[in-house]
């Protein structure tokens, strides 16, 4: 019940607005016709002023052409109440002149009192003075700028319009947003329209102040001599103050309406109030503003020329010019700090959030409560070393891993330290804070007081030593590692073993969109026909699972393409894609050039050839090996691989093809960083040194 009494309310207030504007119209269409006092002439005429007035200072304040769309309608309202009122003192001039310079009110004898100073032809003057400004420089000014304006406007509609239709098809905009966008440009395209018809009422009326000027005197002279029986010379002297003053009180407002008119179509694309545009622009540049400042001082130094004035204004330049980039700077800050503390508040209201709760962070190293502070005290250079981690993974391996959120937890050992993948604790350890890792093997202890330990990372045979004796250490040849390096190290190990699980299919498609036109015509050609894009997934997972870099990845899109339409499996896509990539594997398996191999031997490569199942096509189904035989195997394989790995060497073990992926998957089990290759991935010219066989 109230909101209804509230919109009839409304709707009688609008109706009574509409009456009340039709009643001003109608009002100033009667002045044209009806003789009017010379009390209203004085109020009408302030009524122009003021409207005038306020029309100027809404222009100047307006932060773009289109809030002041009504101002064609307001100009023309304003115009036919100047000549309104013009007429009714023209009518009181020839009718009343010869009373005296009141005759037309108040308002008009003040104006010439004060302009004129008791003489008519300083009033002439000033009025020529007053028509040419309005006339030949702002009214002109103004009405070529709304020509040009419209002209360019309505020429542009058809591109603003499709590139409306653009975004609206691209998901950019949604349909409330494109209706808006559409309703702006018609309110923009009429509105220079209606500016460049609205431009001549301004020039209209100055030319009409002229002509209305011209006949008070001339009708006013003949009147006064002719009905009044005054001389030529009182005459001259009454009308032409009456009529000077009738036309300065008329000129005034138009010259501030025409003044205004000006504003709003200089305005263009400029967004904001008058004097932000231009006090923000004419400040943007400092170096201007002292070369300025320096030209003042210059001509306040020229004999002849007054210095006060010149000074005063160089040194309000140079203030500005000095004043402007500090204001700027302290500006600048505060937005940086205003966005971080934004910032900050979202992440915290994330962070609190029941959605974030449920997301699992990719990588995450958890320290406890006595670690955390040996760690994070010196937060940026942990931040700094993780960074450099991560790019080094990115050359390396072709992908950049997720980010790693380093903190600190209550709920474990507060010596120790968890590294989770996908929220899942993969690895963790216990360390002795302020100690140094020294990792030993089989080989000597140093000469100093140690614990027994094992590393981390690779499980190695280590002595922790107090930091005290890290001098001594180094005088023996053995290589310290403190705290922070320790973790690092665990941290990228376990990343390394864990390359397959972290390249999500996000990372996938940014890797895709990455590449050369070319390749990504390729893509298209086989995705999804040959192989969908979570197979291609699949085949990379794979590779990065046996530590294969996929930083060439046009290569191995080139390869894939050519396996694609003859197999279906990804563990088949993968074989042809690591013989296409034998170079590359085998040349980051080399060290100082040459690629040591270890033998799988005849006896295991028939033992796996024969246990290899095959269907009618000849494609392998399955590997059937007896258990007995496959744990006589493990301990072969573990004695030879190990025996290698105590001498240092860096190989590989080497195999048939078709039974590497089935070796692969024994050997992961006990050395999962050992690469296993077939005969078919050695790569032409590498040099080759044999390191023996399993058997």
């Known amino acids: 019940m109230t909101d209804l009494a509230f919109t009839k309310a409304s709707e009688k207030r609008a109706a009574g607005r509409d009456l009340w504007f039709a009643g001003g119209i109608v009002a100033i269409l009667s002045i044209f016709f009806l003789p009017v006092p010379a009390i209203l002439i004085d109020l009408g005429l302030a009524l122009s002023i003021a409207l005038s007035v306020l029309i100027l200072m809404v222009a100047l304040w307006i932060q773009r052409p289109l809030d002041f769309s009504a101002f064609p309608t307001i100009l023309l309202v304003a115009t036919m109440l100047r000549l309104s009122l013009n007429i009714a003192t023209t009518r009181l001039i020839l009718s009343h002149g010869a009373e005296g310079t009141t005759a037309a009110g108040y308002i008009i004898s003040g104006f010439s009192n004060l302009v004129m100073s008791g003489d008519f032809v300083i009033g002439l003057i000033v009025f020529v003075i007053l028509i040419t400004v309005n006339f030949l420089v702002i009214t002109k000014g103004a009405t070529r700028i709304a020509e040009v304006g419209a002209r360019f406007t309505l020429d542009s509609i058809p591109g603003k319009q499709m590139a409306i239709d653009a975004d609206l098809s691209a998901g950019l905009i949604d349909d409330k947003e494109a209706q808006s966008r559409r309703r702006e440009l018609e309110e923009e395209s009429s509105f220079f329209g209606s500016m460049d018809g609205a431009s001549k009422f301004v020039r209209g009326d100055a030319i009409a102040g002229m002509i209305i000027l011209a006949v008070n005197v001339f009708g006013g002279i003949i009147i006064g001599v002719t009905r009044h029986s005054l001389s030529l010379s009182s005459a001259a002297d009454v009308f032409i103050k009456l009529s000077v003053g009738d036309g300065l009180v008329s000129q005034i407002p138009a010259l501030i309406v025409s003044l205004a008119a000006g504003l709003l179509v200089s305005k263009g694309g400029t967004r904001g109030s008058a004097e932000k545009a231009v006090f923000g622009q004419l400040g943007n540049y400092p170096p201007a503003l002292f070369v300025a400042a320096m030209l003042m001082f210059m001509l306040s130094l020229v004999p002849g020329l007054p210095f006060l004035p010149f000074a005063i204004l160089g040194s309000a330049m140079a203030f500005l010019a000095r004043l402007i980039p500090k204001r700027r700077a302290e500006e600048t800050a505060r937005a940086l ?303 030879a691989i190990r025996r290698q790995m105590d001498e240092g060497h860096q190989f590989a073990l080497i195999t048939t093809p078709e039974a590497r992926p089935y070796v692969r998957m024994i050997i992961e089990r006990m050395f999962a960083k050992l690469p296993v290759l077939s005969h078919l991935e050695v790569a032409r010219g590498v040099d080759i040194r044999p390191l023996g066989a399993i058997s």
């Open 337 to 639: 700090e205003a966005g971080r503390q934004k910032e900050a508040a979202r992440v915290v209201e994330t962070q609190e959030s029941v959605k974030e709760s449920l997301r699992t962070v990719e990588i995450e190293l958890v320290m406890g409560k006595h670690l955390a502070p040996r760690l994070l005290v010196v937060q940026g250079e942990l931040a700094s070393r993780v960074s450099k981690m991560r790019r080094k993974f990115a050359m390396l391996y072709g992908f950049v891993v997720p980010e790693i959120k380093v903190s600190d937890s209550l709920a474990i050992p507060p010596k120790s330290y968890q590294i989770k993948i996908h929220g899942t604790v993969v690895a963790s350890s216990e360390m002795r804070i302020g100690d140094l890792l020294v990792v030993i093997g089989d080989g000597p202890r140093p000469d100093v007081p140690y614990d027994e330990g094992t590393d981390p990372a690779f499980g190695m045979k280590a002595i922790w030593v107090s930091e005290s004796f890290k001098a001594e250490l180094r005088r023996e040849g053995f290589k310290a590692i403190d705290n922070g390096s320790t973790v690092l190290t665990h941290l990228s190990e376990v990343i390394r073993n864990n390359l397959a699980q972290l390249l999500s299919y996000k990372d996938m498609r940014s890797l895709l969109d990455r590449l050369d036109p070319e390749y990504k015509k390729l893509i298209e050609d086989i995705c999804p026909a040959q192989i969908t894009y979570s197979g291609l997934q699949s085949v990379l997972k794979l590779l990065l699972a046996e530590r294969v870099s996929i930083r060439n990845l046009h290569l191995i899109l080139e390869a894939i393409a050519e396996i694609a339409p003859h197999a279906r499996r990804a563990e088949q896509v993968v074989e042809h894609v690591r013989l296409r990539m034998s170079q590359q594997i085998c040349g980051d398996l080399t060290e100082d050039g040459v690629l040591k191999l270890l033998r799988l031997g005849n006896r295991w490569d028939l033992a796996f050839h024969k246990a290899l199942k095959r269907d009618q096509k000849g494609e392998i189904l399955e590997l059937d090996f007896d258990p007995k035989l496959m744990d006589e195997f493990a301990a072969e394989a573990s004695t």
